[in-house]
Every structure is written in structure tokens, then in C-alpha cells.
């Protein structure tokens, strides 16, 4: 990159930590740093979710699927919009309507209330475990970026320095400071795809017939995509939208019910068409310029990881200056995942995983304990990252192990009148276990399915055999309180 693509990324990832620092000065204790007081818009609360879920991971992946199956990888975000929506609908109203949902600061408080303080902590365990891998993948992706587009810069310097850099805005401004970088990062995003990476990388591989000539069709279909592909996103990126401590935090920072269904219906209105099929394109551009043989110098196309395919090609097709201006586009979706996934996870483990402990310190000091262990739990992701290859992988995994463990005690509690808390850490503890014990030994399923779907099989089993078979453990709470 030249000098002054070089001072465009410097001066951007300055204006982040400067956003960092005017949070930390302005946050009050904890109600500002995990729920931003809790009288935030729909618009800075929207953007901030899309860019949560989307971020980096989904644009590096979104651009490997593009590159390995074309525009039916778009799919993946329909599964995002239809989880926004549902979310909205049928979530948000009993959430933001329970008067005693209105202090939580965390996802997990709310298995407190439908079932007790030992699932609570069970689900504040889980729910940590999966956000420091999904925060590792964040990281990941910055550095897959940053590598494939420094020419000299090795991949594990990358990572600590994309990584150290999310760490310290987020650990500075908590919950404010990534709402409001969110926003800004989202629009930088957007903009880079529009005016920059689509249209320049189009006109570099030759247009449209650049495009019908180095392609086989199917590429340019909807349709090329087994109906495994599909269930398994479905299953796994649908209910996190129910599950995932980033959306609670920003429904407790919502001002009321009515901000947080426009948000949500603006998110997911965000995810698929506009940023899955933007995603996609490029990713299907680097493809092409890979078949024209136009970076054969730099990578035979069947040594290339498809998720590098893209920066490589950003790397070549745009001039000076309008490289610093995408890239800064781009490592703006990273940190705009990397520091929400931060948070959820110091907030699980500050809140619900040592809250005894923190009970008796006062506000100041409160907030100075969450900004360490936010940096500790920065610190354990960039060396969890630096041990992974692939960012989707990281990603669904993650995602998975949550939904799994999460979703039928959440469901059973919130919708079914059903609370015993010996069948929900039964179903929390079975399901998730299962999911992630088959994930890591790489177990071939039945019918190519993610193991998500025998996870949540096996959890729902237990909670509905648990509850038969131990009826005296029913918890308190009934569907009316709700």
C-alpha cells in the first residue's frame, strides 16, 4: 500500500480509539458501559445490530462463499433477515414489557428469572464461551484482510495489531462507544461496497461479459446450493437472534418496545437483500479475476483460501488512496463485531459469572474491574484466533454451540409456560455439549446436517423427558407473569 493509503487506515483506527477515550470519560458506571442508559435510537441501535452480525467475519465469509458458489451464497443473510423480523415480533414484546426485565444488563439474568441462579450461571458460561470464539473470529477476519492486502505483513502480526487496536476502543468506551462506532463503521462500509469495491473490481475483470465469459453459470443463479446449505444456516443463524447476549444488550439499551422492533426491522432489512448480495458480488468479482489468470503472479488459484480471494483482488484493482478508503471500510466491519462480542462477554462474565463477587465495590470501581476483564477476555480471543484458520468455521461454530445449548430452555421458559430448572440445564448442558463435541471431531452426520440440528434434537429430548420424569422441580414462574 502507498504512504497515503497507509495515513487514511492510521488516521481512522485514531478517530476509534479517540471515540474510546471520550466514552470512557463520559460513562457514569455500569448502567452506561454494558447498557448505554438505556434510552438509545432506533437508527444508532439498528445499524449497530446489522454491523454486529454482519461485521467482518460475514464479509470475509460472505466473500469466500461468493468466490466458491456465486450469488446463491447470498442465502446465508436471508436467514439473517428472517431471524431479525421474527426477533421482532415475537420477542421484543415480551422482553421490553416484563417489569422485570427492565434493570437486566445480560441475556443470561433472564434464565434467573424463569428458572433460578444455577442456570443463570450455566447459561452465562455457554453464552461466554461462544462470544469469545465469535470475537476470536472477528479478529481473525481483520487479519485475514490486513494480510492478503500488506503485501509483507505475516497473518499473526496482522491479528495482534487489528486485535490490540478492537481491544482498546472497547475496553475504554464500553457499550456507547461501540454503538455509536458501530454506526459510523457501517455507513463507511456501505459506502466502500457502493462507490469503491463493486464498481471498480467490475470494470477491472471486464463488466459483464468479463464476468458470463470466465464463469460457469450456475454462479449467476440463485439456485446453486444444496437444501443442507440452507437448513444448516437456518438453524444455526436464525435462533441466535433469540439467544445472543450483542441483542439483548441492545434491547435493555433500547428507550422502549417501539425503538427496538424498528430497529430490529431496519437490521434485518439491512442483511439480505443489501449487504448479502453486496457481499457476495465482490467475492464472485475475485473469482473472476482468478479464472482470467489476472493474479497468477501472486497465488495459483488452487492454493488460494477463498475467504483471501477478495483482498488480494482489493489489493490490485484499486489506485492509491482509494485502497486506504476500502480497507478502512472493511476493517470497520471488524471491529464493529470484535468489540460487540467483547462486550457480551464481559458483561456475561462480570454480571453473571463473578456478580457476587463484584457486588460490594462501588460504581468507579465496578467499571475500572469490567474495562480489565474486558481486556483479559481481548487478550484470550486474539491468542484463540491465532490458533484457527478459517473464519466462518470459527463463526458457526460459536454460533452453534449457543443455539444448541440456549434456545429450548429460552423457548420452553419464555413461550411454554414450562420452567424446570432441572430440565433446562439438563437440555442446556445435553445440547450444547453434544453440538460441540461433534463439531470438534469433525463427526460425518447423517445427510451432510450441521450438528446444530442433533444438538438441538438431543436438548429438546432432555428438557421435554426431564420435565416429565422430575415434575417437582418445576420453577415458580408461570405464563401468566409473563
Not at 262 to 270: E, H, S, V
Request: net charge neutral; charged share 10%.
Amino acid at each position: 500500500m502507498s504512504p497515503i493509503d497507509i495515513s487514511i487506515f492510521i488516521i481512522y483506527m485514531l478517530i476509534m480509539l479517540g471515540v474510546g477515550y471520550y466514552f470512557m470519560r463520559t460513562n457514569a458506571g455500569k448502567e452506561d458501559y454494558y447498557v448505554g442508559g438505556r434510552n438509545m435510537g432506533s437508527w444508532h441501535i439498528g445499524l449497530s445490530v446489522v454491523a454486529t452480525d454482519v461485521g467482518g467475519g460475514f464479509s470475509v465469509g460472505l466473500g469466500g462463499l461468493g468466490f466458491m458458489m456465486g450469488m446463491s451464497g447470498s442465502w446465508m443473510l436471508f436467514t439473517g433477515l428472517l431471524g431479525a423480523w421474527l426477533a421482532a415480533v415475537l420477542l421484543i414484546p415480551v422482553v421490553k414489557s416484563q417489569p422485570r426485565f427492565k434493570n437486566l444488563y445480560t441475556f443470561p439474568e433472564i434464565f434467573g428469572f424463569l428458572y433460578n441462579s444455577k442456570v443463570a450461571f450455566v447459561a452465562a458460561i455457554i453464552s461466554f464461551i461462544g462470544y469469545l470464539g465469535f470475537t476470536s473470529s472477528q479478529i481473525l477476519a481483520g487479519a485475514k484482510l490486513a494480510s492478503g492486502t500488506f503485501v509483507d505483513l505475516e497473518m499473526n502480526t496482522a491479528l495482534w495489531i487489528m486485535g490490540l487496536i478492537a481491544v482498546v476502543y472497547t475496553v475504554l468506551g464500553g457499550i456507547k462507544a461501540v454503538i455509536y462506532t458501530d454506526t459510523i463503521q457501517w455507513i463507511i462500509l456501505l459506502a466502500g461496497f457502493i462507490f469503491i469495491g463493486i464498481p471498480i473490481s467490475y470494470t477491472y475483470v471486464g463488466g459483464w461479459e468479463g464476468i458470463v465469459s470466465s464463469l460457469p453459470a450456475e454462479f449467476l443463479r440463485f439456485d446453486n446450493l444444496a437444501w443442507q446449505d440452507l437448513a444448516n444456516w437456518a438453524i444455526t443463524i436464525i435462533p441466535i437472534w433469540f439467544v445472543g447476549m450483542t441483542l439483548y444488550q441492545r434491547i435493555f439499551a433500547c428507550r422502549d418496545e417501539k425503538t427496538a422492533k424498528k430497529a430490529w426491522f431496519i437490521a434485518g432489512l439491512f442483511e439480505w437483500p443489501i449487504m448479502a448480495l453486496m457481499g457476495v458480488t465482490l467475492g464472485l468479482l475475485a473469482r473472476v479475476a482468478f479464472e482470467q489468470g489476472l493474479f497468477t503472479d501472486i497465488v495459483a488459484l488452487a492454493d488460494v483460501d477463498p475467504e483471501m480471494g477478495l483482498p488480494i483482488l482489493l489489493s490490485q484493482v484499486l489506485p492509491a488512496g482509494l485502497m486506504g478508503l476500502m480497507m478502512s471500510a472493511y476493517f470497520s466491519a471488524v471491529l464493529s463485531t470484535a468489540d460487540s462480542c467483547m462486550m457480551a462477554a464481559s458483561g456475561n462474565l462480570t454480571s453473571d459469572i463473578l456478580g457476587k463477587k463484584l457486588a460490594s465495590y462501588g460504581e468507579a470501581k465496578t467499571l475500572r474491574v469490567s474495562q480489565l476483564l474486558t481486556l483479559v477476555i481481548g487478550v484470550l480471543a486474539l491468542v484463540i484466533a491465532s490458533q484457527m484458520t478459517n473464519v466462518l468455521d470459527l463463526m458457526i461454530y460459536s454460533y452453534a454451540f449457543m443455539v444448541s445449548g440456549l434456545l429450548v430452555p429460552l423457548i420452553a421458559g419464555l413461550f411454554w409456560g414450562k420452567s424446570n430448572w432441572v430440565a433446562a440445564l439438563a437440555a442446556m448442558i445435553g445440547g450444547g455439549g453434544l453440538t460441540a463435541t461433534l463439531s470438534i471431531l469433525k463427526v460425518d452426520l447423517p445427510l451432510g446436517l450441521d450438528p446444530n440440528f442433533f444438538g438441538l434434537l438431543l436438548s429438546l429430548a432432555l428438557f421435554v423427558l426431564v420435565s416429565i420424569l422430575f415434575p417437582t422441580y418445576q420453577s415458580k414462574v408461570k405464563t401468566h407473569e409473563l
